[in-house]
C-alpha cells in the first residue's frame, strides 16, 4: 500500500464497496476516504445518515470529466496510475492545517 511508508503511519481500511465499509463509516472513525468514483453515489445515499462522516474526501479515478460535477464535494482526486509521489502531494496539501 502507497500509504503504508507514510512517516505517520496512518490506519488503513479497504473496502471493495460502501456496503463493505458501511460499518465503519457509521462509526465515524474515518478522517479521510478514498473513494472510486463508481461507488460515490452508493456514498452519498449514506451520508445523510451517518454522525460524522469523513473529514477529506479523495476521489480515485482516471476520468475527470466525470470527477468535476463532484468538485465542491471533495478534497483532492488521484488519477491512475496512483503513485508514491502523487499521493504523497495530496497528502502533505490535505495534512496543513487550515488557515
Known amino acids: 500500500m502507497l500509504l503504508a511508508d507514510r512517516p505517520e503511519r496512518p490506519e488503513v ?21 478514498f473513494i472510486r468514483i463508481t461507488v460515490f453515489p452508493d456514498y452519498q445515499k449514506l451520508v445523510p445518515e451517518l454522525e460524522q462522516p469523513p473529514r477529506k474526501m479523495v476521489f480515485l479515478s482516471g476520468r475527470d470529466e466525470i470527477s468535476r460535477k463532484f468538485t465542491e464535494l471533495i478534497d483532492a482526486h488521484l488519477k491512475y496510475p496512483y503513485t508514491v509521489g502523487e499521493l504523497g502531494k495530496v497528502w502533505e496539501r490535505l495534512s496543513k492545517p487550515s488557515s
Not at 464497496?17 to 478522517?31: F, K, N, P, Q
Open 13 to 33: 481500511m479497504v473496502a471493495t464497496s460502501v456496503l463493505a465499509a458501511e460499518i465503519a463509516l457509521r462509526a465515524g472513525e474515518m478522517d479521510w476516504l
